[in-house]
């Protein structure tokens, strides 16, 4: 087989042997023994791809075949891409003929239901308001997995407008795509707002999925569905035709099984984007120079490092016990990799807790950035052009739920009176930036000399958030199988539960992702805790059962 190099991507091919010691047995292809699709990874799917094991096109109808055995269970797929099948022929026949267009050729990817496609699929952060909207050409995201060869495989399901509209709702339900639930116990509260990202991830319903963050909802459902989860830097993967919460706040990230699939996927989708002016920061947009985020996956990472804790976040908001030692237990693996731990404090943080100013910088780029979006479409079924005139359809559509599910958050913008391009936006952003930085994970990173600062990473999205700056959660732990349930305050979820997977937190500073996927990557290969339970519900089909 004859090999063209069309991108620089490819070079970073490496076909290194399986490295996951599951429970699964594997799958018998063409005679050979191959991993079940929900520990498979990506240079094993490569690997079977290259041998003729199977075809993409064997890989998309395994995956669909998966996401229709459970998704009148889990709700985790909105929509699945029409043209995925013609997608995986047209990439087959270039593998057969020596072209790989990067080291995502020919691999399904599912994405958030925010994240625009210029395709039949619709983008509509689960409202039926967008139903049917378009957009004049693909998201920078649709746009760089396509380039990178990757076939967007469908829309997940999230929390409704990314959790920006009610504030008594459940995690995972949107009008459009219904509730999402997790599938390590009936009922699971997904978490979000990624929240069907995170379960088809998990449970192998494509090789991993994308998600976008504010605050916390990549992490989240990363941590509560037992993934690895990359919340980039503000400003490193670009937003344009992501359907936004705020400009300051917002990123898109990978969601995969190991952390170096989830290196794969943001060495793909990062990058300067004429489109997205936060881009033109990162620091290597004008030379082209990116880091090796592959290459950063370091199994002696630790070795040398400082790395701190911020013990005052945990005494003021005592995790669960199953928690606490679980993390107890991880900073001592750390210790014994090579790490100097230290105490790393964010000494803003009691006072952060009693102050507002978040609220009002979130509230202040919504109204600005939701009109700056809808301002893009090309087509727009039932004008909307503001906040105004979304809520005016959520609270008369009847399929929004209205009133049982409110629009609160909207209500509190909209009395806010001003836009991000107020004064009094400047000033509360101001505030935040220093609960974020100097009194927050930049203070805590300089005053102590750290590489990194852990926490659970139920205790991890705010501070990071303000700031815009990088964290990667790891499969850290589960809750007992004797937990007792616990609901949600919607009541209609188990918000906790025997078996609920939890992660651990790797926090840094801007333009640091090298640097923590080195030391997430070096935390994953010593402790593998992505197998210690199992799912409760995972679909049959495998590659074996599709391939001809
Ligand atoms: C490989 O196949 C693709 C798709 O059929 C075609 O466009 C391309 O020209 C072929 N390249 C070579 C080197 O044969
Ligand atoms: C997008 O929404 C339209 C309108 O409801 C629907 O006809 C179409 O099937 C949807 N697209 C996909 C790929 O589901
Ligand atoms: C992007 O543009 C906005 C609005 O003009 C500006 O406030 C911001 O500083 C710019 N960001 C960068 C990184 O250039
Ligand atoms: C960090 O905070 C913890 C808990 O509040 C406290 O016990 C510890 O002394 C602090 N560490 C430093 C170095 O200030
Ligand atoms: C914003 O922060 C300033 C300075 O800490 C504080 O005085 C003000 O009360 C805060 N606003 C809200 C709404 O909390
Ligand atoms: C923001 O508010 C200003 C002042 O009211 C207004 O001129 C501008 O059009 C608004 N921008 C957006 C995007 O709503
Ligand atoms: C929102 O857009 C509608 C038209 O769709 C317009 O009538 C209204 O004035 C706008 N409201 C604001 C606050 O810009
Ligand atoms: C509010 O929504 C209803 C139903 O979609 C529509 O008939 C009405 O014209 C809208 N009102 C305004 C002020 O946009
Ligand atoms: C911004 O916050 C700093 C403290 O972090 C304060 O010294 C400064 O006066 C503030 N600037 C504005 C314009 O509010
Ligand atoms: C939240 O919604 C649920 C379900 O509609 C309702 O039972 C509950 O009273 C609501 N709670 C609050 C605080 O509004
Ligand atoms: C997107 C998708 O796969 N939808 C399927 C979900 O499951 C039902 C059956 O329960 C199918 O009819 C849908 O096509
Ligand atoms: C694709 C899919 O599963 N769609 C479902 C989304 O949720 C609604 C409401 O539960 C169902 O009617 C759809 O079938």
Redesign the pocket.
Known sequence: MRF?VLSALVSAVTFASARTVGPFTGTIIKGQQFPTLIEVDLEQLQDGLESGLFTSQDLVAAYVARINEVNSTLHMVTELNPDAMAIAK?AD??RA???LLGPLHGIPILIKNNIATNDKMNNTAGSWSLVGSKVPRDSTMAAKLRKAGAIILGKTNLSQWANYRSQNTSNGWSAYGGQTYGAYFPGQDPSGSSSGSGVSSSIGLALAALGTETSGSILSPSSQNNLVGIKPTVGLTSRYLVIPISEHQDTIGPMARSVKDAAYLLQAIAGPDQYDNYTSAIPWAKTGAAPDYVAACNYNAFAGKRIGIARNVLALNPPQPAVLAAFNTAVAQIKAAGATIVDANFTGYQQYLSNGNSSIVLEADFVSDLANYLSQLTYNPNNIHNLTDERNFTQSFPAEMYPTRDTRIWDAALALGFNNSDARFAAAYNVTTYFGGVGGILGAIADNNVSAVLLPTPLSPGIPALIGSPVITVPMGFYPANTSVVMNGFGNLVARGPNFPFGLSFMGAKWSEADLIGFAYAYEQRTFHRNDVQPYLVPNIEINDVVS
């Open positions: 063209v047209t026949a270039l003929n020596g072209t």
